[in-house]
């Protein structure tokens, strides 16, 4: 039961409304696009400058940013904690609704592109600066560096394989560790990423739509989004479910992997 959760009281939600006539209008996004996740009990976050805006009707409606700061980067762990970061980096253990300051450590800068959570070790987080590289933590504070090679990406995703992804001005790279990084030549063009942290599948946002990989990024399916894809994120509970951002700002949802977007 706990996999159909979320997106149940969404849908319980929609269909309440119509029952009394007042279904609710789908929103259009806006803002800046930086980042997108859907949590274990099927809320949806929505990163910008201005802050996360939530949605508890499965992307349908949103709450307006709520300030918390720039939400270049939004990930999950498995208990539910939420990390945001760029010129902040905060912690919610509350689904969005409140953040806690965590403060840098002794990470080099402040201009988080990316964002990370090994999701078999979710106290191990990583964190890409830009200018300077992908570093990682056990504890929030102490960071040690890793790679320079993802210096100007500006998404980062971690996979159970273990696997790190990162999307620069060139494309995708893949790396186990975080150390050793390879260059997908023949991935799609992406803005930005998102990977089921028990199955591994990887999924890409981009100008040419959206896309699926099972196999690292060597080889990919469209997933025949109606247009070109601005963010992804995949349910934790249900691999098969899908959010997605279209280059219009509208907000696209499939209970089928892609198959079908409502």
């Not at 890793?146 to 494309?171: F, I, N, R």
């Not at 790396?175 to 799609?188: E, L, Y």
């Not at 247009?227 to 349910?235: M, P």
Request: aromatic share 6%; net charge neutral.
């Amino acid at each position: 039961m706990r996999r159909m959760v979320g997106w149940g009281v969404g849908a319980a939600l929609v269909l309440a409304l119509v029952g009394c006539g007042r279904a609710p209008q789908a929103q259009t996004l806006s803002g800046d696009f930086h980042a997108l996740q859907v949590l274990g009990s099927g809320t949806v976050l929505y990163g910008e400058h201005a802050g996360v805006r939530r949605s508890v009707d499965g992307g349908r409606t949103w709450a307006a940013p709520d300030g918390a700061g720039d939400a270049m980067a939004l990930t999950r762990t498995r208990d539910g904690t939420v990390l945001a970061g760029h010129e902040v980096l905060k912690v919610s253990r509350d689904d969005g609704r409140t953040w806690t300051d965590l403060g840098f450590g002794n990470l080099p800068g402040r201009d988080l592109h990316g964002f990370a959570v090994d999701p078999g070790r979710p106290e191990v987080w990583y964190a890409n600066v830009m200018g300077r590289g992908v570093f990682r933590t056990a504890d929030g504070q102490d960071w040690t560096h890793l790679s320079d090679a993802t210096a100007g990406a500006s998404v980062l995703a971690a996979g159970p394989q273990p696997a790190l992804y990162a999307l620069d001005a060139q494309g995708l790279l893949v790396s186990p560790d975080g150390v050793t990084w390879t260059r997908r030549p023949d991935a799609p063009r992406g803005v930005h990423l998102d990977v089921h942290p028990d199955s591994g599948v990887l999924f890409l946002a981009g100008p040419d739509g959206a896309f699926r990989s099972t196999n690292q990024g060597r080889t990919w399916t469209s997933l025949a989004l109606p247009e070109g894809a601005r963010l992804i994120a995949v349910s934790p509970q249900n691999g098969d479910q899908l959010i997605a951002v279209g280059r219009s700002g509208a907000v696209y949802r499939s209970a089928n992997g892609g198959g079908r977007w409502q």
